[in-house]
Every structure is written in C-alpha cells, then in structure tokens.
C-alpha cells in the first residue's frame, strides 16, 4: 500500500528537498503541495491524502489554524506539524488542534520517515527534545509528591516502570536502549505494553501518567 503525503511550506525548496526525500522510498509518494494554510485547506478538500506534513510559520494561514479547519471539516488525513522551531506552546497548540504528531526539520531521515508512517498507521509522534522542553517548561505545574492510587500502577512490571521513567526524561527508545542495557526491540515492545495496559495514545499521554502518579518527579533545577 503506498501512502500519499501532501506538502505544505511557504519555502519552495523546502517542499522540494521533502518531495525527493519522500519519492525516494517505494511506500510513500506525494499528492500535493501547498505553500500557506489557507490553500492547503482548499486543495485538501480535493485530494485524498493520507498524511499532511504541516509547517507552523507561514503566510496568509499558519499551520495550527489550517490543522484546526482540517480537524472541523473531517478530513481523514493524519497532520504531522514539521518545523525549524522547538517550542513549547506550539506542541501543546499543535495536539490541541488535532495534529497526530510534532517534529522538528532538523530530525534525521530515518527518524521522519518512521514518524511519517506512524502516524499514518494511527499512532502520535512528538520529537523527543520538545518533550524534554515541555517537562522543563512546566515542571512547577506538574505534581511531583507520592504517588497516587492509581490501580493502573499494579499493572505495570518493574522494568516497564523503569522504562516509563526514562519516557517521562524524554528520552529516545534508543537512549532508553542504552540506558537500561536492553535491545531497542525490547524497549519498543515495553512502550507498546505499556499504552495498552495504562490506556494510553501515545508518549506524551505515558509521560503525563508518570508525573501525575509520581513515579517521574520534574527537575526544577
């Protein structure tokens, strides 16, 4: 099955080293580009795409109003907000548009590609340095005290805990790899494990669940 991308940056170049990058790989092609929000609004309504990699700066519409309109409208596209700019309040208003994920221009190769297709198969994606800014951003309005009673606790095995922790850092399933001295399959297969046993969607839903249990504490240094 190949999964159609649509484009949308105010930078010709942008979208053209994104469009080799995408053609470049057997299960992905592009459908469409757009170089504001409002015109990706309007040529979307037309095309049927499977993933939208969004920008968040640009010109006449910017990312986060265009992923609101789509999210009202009911298209069935799944918005990745692609961008150079790593801050806070844009990942928050970002998911509370309705984007499935959040990364950053500067991610390798690998790491878009797999986030393309993740999001693409239902899952959310947030680069894993916005999560480390989001925790330091808003360690004081996060509980750090014992933690709760929360029946899901007894759920979860030791070494999930221990990943759930590394989560909660921001860390990278590789760094967790590392870390915690296991196979990268096997931290994938405690993440998985995990959002099914505590009913989370994604990463930032478990990290959330960290802090507001106890079992992370944020660093106000």
Not at 47 to 55: N, P, T
Not at 68 to 97: C, K, N, S, W
Not at 147 to 174: F, H, K, M, Q, V
């Amino acid at each position: 099955m190949t999964l159609g991308l649509f484009l949308v940056d105010d930078q010709r170049l942008v979208r053209a080293g994104l469009r080799m990058m995408i053609e470049s790989q057997d299960d992905l092609t592009v459908v469409g580009e757009a170089g504001d929000g409002a015109e990706a609004v309007t040529r979307l309504r037309g095309v049927a795409a499977d993933v939208v990699l969004m920008d968040v700066r640009m010109p006449v519409m910017d990312g986060l109003t265009a992923t609101r309109r789509l999210t009202r409208l009911g298209h069935p596209a799944q918005v990745l907000i692609l961008t150079t700019f790593d801050l806070d309040e844009y990942v928050f208003a970002a998911l509370r548009a309705g984007a499935a994920g959040f990364m950053l221009k500067d991610a390798r190769q690998e790491e878009l590609l797999a986030a393309v297709r993740g999001v693409a198969a239902g899952g959310s994606v947030v680069a894993p340095s916005a999560t480390r800014r989001l925790i330091a951003h808003f360690a004081d309005r996060l509980p750090g005290g014992p933690a709760t009673d929360d029946g899901r606790l007894a759920l979860i095995t030791p070494r999930e805990g221990e990943a759930l922790g590394a989560i909660a850092s921001g860390a990278t399933n590789a760094e967790i790899a590392a870390r915690l001295h296991m196979a990268e399959g096997t931290v994938k297969t405690h993440v998985g494990n995990l959002l099914a046993k505590l009913g989370c969607r994604d990463r930032v839903a478990l990290v959330l669940f960290a802090f507001e249990t106890g079992l992370a504490t944020p660093d106000r240094r």
